[in-house]
């Protein structure tokens, strides 16, 4: 798809932006405690700060209403817009409008589509023996100093037997494992993770409220920067609550691209 950053403004595309910036306006008030509110692109191109801000430990939001184009400033930023900051790094990109998903299962669909990604568009699997025996070097040294350590040598086949159902207890709870994994890709092979949770804003308003606190849990403990995109009613309605503000998020607005 073809996304215009310069050029003069459709009638529409001013309508619309005008409309947005009133809401923003109004709906954000300097007087709100809360999460910072910036645009992601000013006069001059992207806006700095939004780049910067991956380097922290928190999800960034990307505000806007359906149809703003989000989904295709997104694409255009890590495909064209900023090629050499991504260009050591994994990208996952989840996309919630594309299927149905129930509330209940978000935390482990997230960890499916980001393992799945990491097979199909990277070629690693993470379950490959070398690669789980790479993650879990520090956890198979602790075994060997185990109760099991002692068979070793007059008992190799029990305790390899032994050794594989330690391995199999530490993949059973997938998604720690998924994390220990990334940890291990992100130090070990000096890469870069990036996590954009995509159409989060065509869901109900808590269906965005979970998908929030996930991936702020995802930016404090795994080693990736969360990119999640809401609604600005969501955005105004939880930082009001105190959901999104007890953890001040920074937040970027997305208006209409010039066309």
């Not at 209403?65 to 400033?73: A, N, Q, R, S």
């Not at 494992?177 to 990334?182: A, D, F, T």
Request: charged fraction near 25%.
């Amino acid at each position: 798809q073809c996304y215009c950053e310069s050029g003069a403004l459709s009638q529409y595309a001013v309508i619309s932006k005008e409309i947005l910036l009133a809401r923003y306006s109004a709906l954000f008030q300097q007087t709100t405690e809360g999460p910072s509110l910036a645009p992601v692109r000013t006069k001059k191109g992207l806006n700095p700060e939004f780049l910067a801000q991956s380097l922290s430990r928190r999800p960034i939001l990307l505000i806007g209403d359906i149809g703003v184009g989000k989904t295709i400033f997104i694409k255009h930023l890590y495909k064209v817009r900023a090629p050499s900051v991504f260009a050591n790094a994994l990208v996952f990109y989840v996309d919630f409008g594309s299927r149905p998903i129930i509330e209940e299962d978000l935390k482990s669909v997230i960890a499916n589509e980001i393992e799945g990604q990491l097979l199909e568009e990277y070629g690693i699997n993470i379950y490959e023996r070398n690669f789980v025996h790479g993650v879990l070097y520090r956890d198979l040294e602790e075994f060997e100093k185990g109760i099991h350590g002692d068979i070793r040598e007059f008992a190799p086949e029990t305790f390899r037997a032994k050794q594989v159902e330690y391995l199999e207890e530490k993949l059973s709870n997938k998604e720690q494992y998924l994390g220990l994994s990334l940890m291990h890709i992100s130090k070990g092979w000096k890469k870069q993770l990036v996590v954009f949770l995509d159409n989060v804003d065509q869901r109900p308003h808590e269906f965005q409220e979970h998908a929030f606190l996930i991936g702020q849990s995802m930016a404090a403990n795994w080693p990736v920067t969360v990119f999640i995109s809401m609604r600005p009613e969501t955005f105004y309605r939880s930082r009001v609550s105190g959901i999104i503000s007890a953890y001040h998020p920074r937040a970027f607005t997305i208006a209409p691209p010039r066309v």
